[in-house]
Nanobody, 125 residues
Framework: QVQLVESGGGLVQAGGSLRLSCTAS????????VGWFRQAPGEERDFVTT????????YYADSVKGRFTISKDNAKNTVYLQMNSLKPEDTAVYYC??????????????????WGQGTQVTVSS
Protein backbone atom coordinates (compact mmCIF):
# COMPACT_ATOMS: atom_id res chain seq x y z
CA GLN A 1 0.00 0.00 0.00
CA VAL A 2 1.21 3.51 -0.79
CA GLN A 3 0.43 6.68 1.14
CA LEU A 4 0.56 10.09 -0.52
CA VAL A 5 1.13 13.53 0.98
CA GLU A 6 0.69 16.75 -0.99
CA SER A 7 2.46 19.99 -0.12
CA GLY A 8 3.37 23.34 -1.62
CA GLY A 9 0.00 25.02 -1.81
CA GLY A 10 -0.60 28.60 -0.78
CA LEU A 11 -1.86 32.04 -1.73
CA VAL A 12 -0.47 33.64 -4.87
CA GLN A 13 -1.43 36.55 -7.10
CA ALA A 14 -2.70 35.99 -10.61
CA GLY A 15 0.21 35.45 -12.96
CA GLY A 16 2.33 33.91 -10.25
CA SER A 17 3.71 30.40 -9.83
CA LEU A 18 3.60 27.56 -7.34
CA ARG A 19 5.16 24.11 -7.26
CA LEU A 20 3.21 21.33 -5.62
CA SER A 21 4.81 18.11 -4.41
CA CYS A 22 3.26 14.69 -3.95
CA THR A 23 5.46 12.41 -1.88
CA ALA A 24 4.87 8.69 -1.50
CA SER A 25 5.67 6.31 1.31
CA UNK A 26 5.07 2.61 1.62
CA UNK A 27 5.93 1.60 -1.93
CA UNK A 28 8.15 2.99 -4.64
CA UNK A 29 6.58 5.54 -6.95
CA UNK A 30 8.30 3.88 -9.86
CA UNK A 31 5.53 1.28 -9.82
CA UNK A 32 2.75 3.80 -10.38
CA UNK A 33 1.33 6.28 -12.79
CA VAL A 34 0.21 9.35 -10.84
CA GLY A 35 -2.47 11.91 -11.40
CA TRP A 36 -3.32 15.36 -10.10
CA PHE A 37 -6.91 16.45 -9.69
CA ARG A 38 -8.43 19.58 -8.23
CA GLN A 39 -11.69 20.43 -6.56
CA ALA A 40 -13.14 23.90 -6.12
CA PRO A 41 -15.91 24.54 -3.55
CA GLY A 42 -19.19 23.09 -4.73
CA GLU A 43 -17.58 21.50 -7.77
CA GLU A 44 -16.58 18.02 -8.87
CA ARG A 45 -13.03 16.76 -8.50
CA ASP A 46 -11.60 17.39 -11.96
CA PHE A 47 -8.64 15.95 -13.81
CA VAL A 48 -5.59 18.20 -14.15
CA THR A 49 -2.71 16.03 -15.35
CA THR A 50 -1.18 12.58 -15.19
CA UNK A 51 2.26 11.04 -15.66
CA UNK A 52 3.24 7.49 -16.55
CA UNK A 53 5.25 5.12 -14.37
CA UNK A 54 8.49 6.01 -16.16
CA UNK A 55 7.69 9.71 -16.32
CA UNK A 56 7.97 9.74 -20.10
CA UNK A 57 4.29 10.20 -20.94
CA UNK A 58 2.25 13.12 -19.65
CA TYR A 59 -1.27 14.34 -20.35
CA TYR A 60 -2.99 17.58 -19.40
CA ALA A 61 -6.44 19.05 -19.19
CA ASP A 62 -6.97 21.71 -21.84
CA SER A 63 -7.47 24.33 -19.14
CA VAL A 64 -3.89 23.96 -17.87
CA LYS A 65 -2.02 22.93 -21.00
CA GLY A 66 1.00 25.17 -21.59
CA ARG A 67 0.90 26.54 -18.03
CA PHE A 68 1.32 23.45 -15.81
CA THR A 69 4.05 20.83 -15.96
CA ILE A 70 4.05 17.47 -14.20
CA SER A 71 7.28 15.64 -13.48
CA LYS A 72 8.37 12.59 -11.54
CA ASP A 73 11.48 11.86 -9.52
CA ASN A 74 11.34 8.15 -8.75
CA ALA A 75 14.54 8.34 -6.70
CA LYS A 76 12.83 10.81 -4.35
CA ASN A 77 9.44 9.10 -4.56
CA THR A 78 7.96 12.47 -5.49
CA VAL A 79 5.78 13.87 -8.25
CA TYR A 80 5.82 17.61 -8.87
CA LEU A 81 3.27 19.95 -10.38
CA GLN A 82 4.81 23.20 -11.56
CA MET A 83 2.05 25.77 -12.03
CA ASN A 84 2.83 28.98 -13.91
CA SER A 85 0.69 31.88 -15.09
CA LEU A 86 -1.86 31.06 -12.43
CA LYS A 87 -5.40 32.36 -12.79
CA PRO A 88 -8.13 32.89 -10.18
CA GLU A 89 -10.02 29.96 -11.73
CA ASP A 90 -7.13 27.67 -10.72
CA THR A 91 -8.18 28.15 -7.10
CA ALA A 92 -8.98 24.73 -5.63
CA VAL A 93 -7.77 21.96 -3.39
CA TYR A 94 -5.26 19.91 -5.35
CA TYR A 95 -5.02 16.16 -4.82
CA CYS A 96 -2.64 13.50 -6.09
CA UNK A 97 -3.42 9.82 -6.43
CA UNK A 98 -1.99 6.68 -7.99
CA UNK A 99 -3.59 5.08 -11.00
CA UNK A 100 -5.12 1.72 -10.19
CA UNK A 101 -7.46 1.07 -13.11
CA UNK A 102 -6.45 1.15 -16.73
CA UNK A 103 -9.77 0.04 -18.22
CA UNK A 104 -11.15 3.55 -17.88
CA UNK A 105 -9.83 6.91 -18.98
CA UNK A 106 -6.97 8.57 -17.14
CA UNK A 107 -9.20 11.64 -16.84
CA UNK A 108 -11.70 9.70 -14.71
CA UNK A 109 -11.10 10.01 -10.97
CA UNK A 110 -12.36 6.43 -10.52
CA UNK A 111 -9.17 5.29 -12.24
CA UNK A 112 -7.19 6.38 -9.18
CA UNK A 113 -6.96 5.56 -5.50
CA UNK A 114 -4.76 6.20 -2.46
CA TRP A 115 -5.66 9.88 -2.57
CA GLY A 116 -3.65 12.32 -0.50
CA GLN A 117 -5.27 14.80 1.87
CA GLY A 118 -4.99 17.68 -0.60
CA THR A 119 -3.29 21.06 -0.57
CA GLN A 120 -5.09 24.38 -1.00
CA VAL A 121 -4.14 26.69 -3.85
CA THR A 122 -5.67 30.16 -3.83
CA VAL A 123 -5.05 32.62 -6.67
CA SER A 124 -6.08 36.21 -6.05
CA SER A 125 -7.01 38.59 -8.84
Amino acid sequence: QVQLVESGGGLVQAGGSLRLSCTASGRAFSSYAVGWFRQAPGEERDFVTTISTTGINTYYADSVKGRFTISKDNAKNTVYLQMNSLKPEDTAVYYCAVRSRYQISYTNRDAYNNWGQGTQVTVSS
